[in-house]
């Protein structure tokens, strides 16, 4: 194990050492080596590096730091930016996960039920990834979805998301009141400035899916210039717009199974709900 | 049915408020009975400075680890131990070829191999175990062990088992039980009928199973684990050893969390033979993965039932078929259906009941002791039904049952006349009676309060309250004609007690009742209680509230026979008779002051000891029409629920529970509550959340990430409302057990509150979220 002290010196141990693996909070790698589903050649740990534990802002964006702990995010400090990263980081398990568990990590480990990946999707993040040939970004999405992966000796080092300056919403439906996985969680982020909203639905398929038509159909509903309230036949009608386009009816005259169609229904529920929200 | 969050106050009658038991209302003694004692591990076990199993260390130990089938059904055609055995640092390893002795065991009969030898009969049966130097030189020895197997189709619907290819010799139909009582072709005016399921509760202890066997010199092994049965445990692993049970020596460790039977032979009898076979001690520590594989679940269980009653709702008729489904070993299986059919028609007055229960084998994951076993399963199905009666007959819910609750006197569907106080109708009418929670208010500071919790995606107008009873009961101390005994003594030396009983404490508070027992009778307040192995006499297995029962009657013999010795000599000293004299604060005084004498100069340096065994009533098996005094004795309990539901989502916050219980006598009020809340909590996580998952005989999600235990944002307000001190003449001090009864009662009561807020049947234990949806508008 080594404890680099700056990116550079962690994109060097990690190009010396190609099997090694870099690790921040391990809440998930840890419990994958301790169940002995994963033996790493050797670690790189992230703890050491300041440079990624904060966030800078960059031209109307805040470049975040990829070592940024989910407490850390919880704050109100940075709930006032971004709000639903925060509610995210917030509803991410109990309190000794979100002291260790960090946002690099979030991404990178990439599980279906990764609160923050739905925000980050919705609000079209990008990811600044450092290694041995210098740095270059890509969309979330292009490595949630395996277009674009990080090279051998490549890390996340941090998170470009814009700064919007208007509501968003996390919502997160689960098994049980305490701390859990989702079963379904729903992002919802305004953008006045280009007169969008923004979606994207987590934990019911291997990443994020965004429900585009429905973002630009209830986009071209909401009066952007007054009140932005929509009729509650509309926020319904997107609930059910967003459910149906990430659950679709199978074809022919199959029908879904009830528990498929308890997720639509929770979808739509969490849909609507979270735009009402958004625009209130 | 469905109450309106707003109209949610009807049902509570506007009686005075019941103080709950939060303040001590009189002066609480500070030792002996009634006294709020603390156990005297308490501090260690806050400060994790216990040890328990998985912290013991012997000079050269070895690490155990176990090779567990990843299938459900298959036959094994071939194991090829030879690249395991040719590791480095591998020391031993063994196979069903390798066990001495008995080549299965069990606790009823003997029908689980130590090794599967042929087949392979549920995921996770043990194959073969490696000693190693290393731990993870052990799991990969364990994984390089080649076995070739045939995959065959698993038998996992228990309602399939009883045409299926017998998975075993013995059968698949482990027992059945026709109950009938009363006449067949009576009817009532009015039938409800239903079919209900209960899933697989696991135990789930917060320390997965450890142990360490030592070889002795002698030819002998000690064992040291958390078991919860030592002489039963010690027995089986004997025969399995081929040695006589005298050179297997059982010792207990701290228990860490047991709610059903814990370190079953199943991770003894390998480590035994590792140790035996190698001559080095031997530690196991299972990790979570084994402890959900290896260890015994709830019985998933089947229930169809159909109730008549008359027009004023007494019932007239119960019917019911009751299916368990015990996986592929027997094990306490004969036990709970006992109990299933028993109490299937619950704490009330039925004239006519044919119940037929089957406890069949599967493929599926083993079925085993798990507090309440039968009893809870029963108890969802039949509140439930109790329920649909008050819907159909337009019935206040609580009032249904009151007229037709069992009273002491009344008798049971197998014949067995209640002897025992079954206070039931001051139970119900207490928690019926006692008011009802605020409901939240529509502020940001409460939306924590939401179904959900916090940062969920509660929303306050999609909730629904609703207020559900359930009335609850269970058998105490073994049934069936078992025999109940324990063997305690008591020693006093230089004014200090020791108790010597191996009775496990598995976080039941037998210890501590055991101090003060010793406390009330000799006035001596330091009372230390001994570790437990089984150089001692057996106490039995630590199930059904017996310690407390039959260790504590034990225990009390023995120090009054303590006390005797103690006094003898004294009285006829003092010219009176032994009843005279009492002993406080360590002083021996006369009944009229006069005559006193410290314990101490009494004493005058001897040793006193004394042996005493606690064997209550026999009872009787169940004959072939499920008719007999089966029963020691029964505990009854009354919960109301009072839940919110998110109608949309189908999420569940149960936000009070309010426990009235039938308890004898409180013999230390701070553990009693402590036991109550835990049962109640269980039940709880038994309503909505704890099931553990199989997909065609696999165990889907062996963690507890995938099996959701209860946190503290899911665990109720739990008002004790009430505790019927009622004594039973036949038990010690007239206390009950008190741990099962809430166990098995509150399930039935969540379900009950999410039926009255939904409006929807809740047929399903736990409650999935698509059975918790509201019809909308309602």
């Known amino acids: ?280 | 049915m469905s109450s309106d969050a707003t109209t949610a106050t009807t049902g509570a009658a506007a009686g005075a408020p019941v103080p709950a038991l939060d303040g001590p209302a009189q002066e609480a003694p500070a030792h002996g009975i009634g006294a709020s004692l603390s156990p005297a591990d308490a501090r260690a076990k806050t400060e994790g400075t216990f040890p328990y199993a998985s912290d013991l260390w012997a000079e050269g130990l070895l690490w155990a680890a176990i090779l567990r089938s990843p299938h459900p059904h298959a036959r094994i055609l071939s194991i090829d131990t030879t690249a395991a055995a040719e590791m480095p640092g591998v020391r031993a390893v063994v196979t069903h070829a390798d066990v001495p002795g008995e080549p299965a065991y069990g606790r009823t009969v003997a029908d689980r191999p130590v090794f599967a030898s042929e087949l392979v009969r549920h995921h996770g049966e043990s194959i073969a175990a490696v000693a190693a130097d290393h731990p993870d030189t052990a799991r990969l020895a364990a994984a390089a062990i080649a076995v070739e197997y045939e995959i065959l189709e698993p038998v996992t619907d228990p309602e399939k088992a009883f045409a299926a290819e017998p998975l075993h010799p013995d059968g698949n139909l482990i027992r059945h039980i026709p109950l009938r009582f009363g006449d067949e072709g009576a009817t009532g005016e009015v039938v409800v009928e239903g079919l209900y399921r209960i899933g697989r509760q696991d135990p789930a202890p917060i320390g997965a199973e450890a142990g360490l066997a030592v070889p002795r010199p002698d030819g002998g092994v000690e064992i040291y684990t958390a078991s919860t049965d030592p002489h039963t445990d010690r027995d089986l692993a004997a025969a399995c050893f081929g040695l006589p049970p005298d050179q297997v020596k059982v010792v207990v460790t701290g228990v860490p969390g047991a709610t059903g039977d814990r370190e079953d032979p199943g991770f003894q009898i390998p480590l035994g033979l590792l140790a035996l076979r190698t001559g080095c001690p031997v530690k196991l520590t299972a990790t979570r993965e084994e402890s959900f594989l290896g260890h015994a679940h709830r019985h998933p269980t089947l229930l169809r039932y159909r109730h008549h009653a008359d027009a004023e709702g007494r019932l007239v008729k119960v019917e019911a078929q009751i299916l368990l489904d015990a996986g592929a070993y027997a094990d306490a299986s004969s036990e709970s259906l006992a109990a299933a059919v028993s109490f299937a028609c619950g704490p009330y007055v039925v004239p006519h009941a044919f119940v037929e229960g089957w406890a069949v084998r599967t493929n599926n994951p083993p079925s085993g002791h798990v507090r309440g076993e039968g009893a809870m399963q029963v108890c969802a199905a039949y509140e439930a039904q109790m329920d649909k009666l008050a819907l159909k007959l337009g019935l206040d819910p609580a009032e249904l049952r009151l007229r037709n609750v069992l009273a002491t006197g009344d008798i049971l569907p197998t014949g067995q006349t209640v002897t025992c106080p079954a206070p039931v109708a001051e139970l119900l009418a207490a928690v019926r009676d006692f008011p009802l929670p605020a409901l939240p208010l529509d502020t940001p500071e409460e939306d924590w309060l939401l179904p959900g919790g916090p940062e969920g995606a509660g929303e306050p107008g999609a909730v629904r309250r609703g207020v559900g009873y359930a009335l609850g009961m269970v058998h105490m101390l073994g049934a069936e004609g078992a025999d109940e005994v324990s063997t305690a003594t008591v020693k006093v030396q230089d004014g200090v007690a020791t108790v010597l009983c191996a009775a496990v404490e598995t976080g039941s508070g037998f210890s501590t009742l055991a101090r003060q027992i010793v406390q009330e009778i000799l006035g001596l307040e330091e009372v230390h209680v001994a570790s437990v192995d089984t150089d001692q006499p057996p106490a039995g297995p630590a199930t059904h509230g017996r310690h407390t029962w039959v260790s504590g009657g034990a225990v009390e013999r023995a120090a009054k026979m303590v006390r005797t010795q103690l006094l003898q000599p004294l009285a006829h000293k003092f010219g009176m008779s032994t009843e005279l004299l009492q002993i406080t604060d360590g002083k021996i005084t006369s009944y009229d002051g006069i005559l006193s004498m410290t314990v101490a100069e009494a004493m005058d340096g001897k040793e006193l000891w004394a042996t005493a065994q606690c064997r209550p009533h026999p009872t009787e098996p169940l004959d072939d029409s499920g008719q007999g005094d089966a029963f020691v004795g029964l505990a009854f309990c009354a919960v109301r629920a009072v839940v919110d539901v998110d109608i949309e989502l189908g999420s569940v916050r149960v936000v009070e529970m309010a426990v009235a219980q039938d308890v004898g006598r409180i013999l230390n009020p701070a553990q009693l509550n402590a036991r109550i809340e835990a049962g109640i909590t269980q039940g709880v996580g038994a309503a909505l959340t704890e099931n553990l998952r199989t997909a065609r005989g696999l165990i889907r999600h062996p963690d507890l990430t995938g099996y959701a235990l209860p946190t503290s944002l899911d665990a109720p307000d739990i008002r004790i409302v009430k505790l019927v001190e009622e004594r039973d003449v036949v038990a010690p001090f007239g206390a009950k057990p008190a741990s099962a009864v809430p166990v098995v009662t509150a399930p039935a009561a969540v379900a009950s509150a999410v039926r009255a807020a939904t409006g929807r049947p809740v047929n399903r234990l736990p409650i999935r979220a698509q059975a918790a949806v509201g019809v909308p508008n309602s």
């Open chain 1, 1 to 280: 194990m080594t404890l680099p002290a700056s990116l550079d010196e962690a994109v060097a141990a990690l190009t010396a050492m190609p099997a090694a693996v870099p690790v921040a909070g391990g809440t998930d790698l840890m419990a994958a080596v301790n169940k002995g589903h994963l033996r790493p050649a050797g670690l790189v740990g992230l703890g050491r590096i300041n440079e990624i534990r904060g966030w800078q802002y960059q031209d109307g964006h805040a470049l975040l730091g990829a070592g940024l702990t989910h407490s850390r995010m919880g704050r109100p400090d940075f709930a006032a930016l971004i709000p639903a990263l925060a509610a995210a980081a917030r509803a991410a398990g109990p309190p000794q996960i979100r002291n260790a568990g960090t946002l690099g990590g979030n991404i990178v480990t990439a599980a279906p039920t990764g609160d923050s990946l739905p925000v980050l999707a919705a609000l079209e993040a990008d990811l600044v990834v450092m290694g041995p040939l210098g740095t270059r970004e890509i969309p979330i999405s292009h490595l949630l979805a395996g277009r674009d992966l990080l090279a051998p000796g490549e890390l996340v080092a941090f998170v470009r998301v814009p700064l919007l300056h208007a509501p968003q919403v996390f919502l997160k439906a689960t098994g049980r009141t305490g701390p859990a996985r989702a079963t379904a969680s729903v992002a919802v982020v305004l953008d006045p400035a280009r007169r969008g909203v923004r979606c994207a639905v987590g934990a019911i398929a291997p990443m994020p899916l965004r429900p585009l038509e429905a973002e630009h159909w209830i986009a071209s509903l909401v009066d952007w210039d007054a009140e932005r309230g929509l009729a509650p036949e509309a926020l319904t009608a997107f609930g059910e717009y967003v459910a149906a386009a990430c659950i679709p009816d199978p074809p022919g005259d199959e029908q879904l199974p009830p528990a498929v169609l308890h997720l639509r229904r929770t979808v739509a529920a969490l849909a609507r709900r979270a735009l009402g929200r958004a625009l209130s």
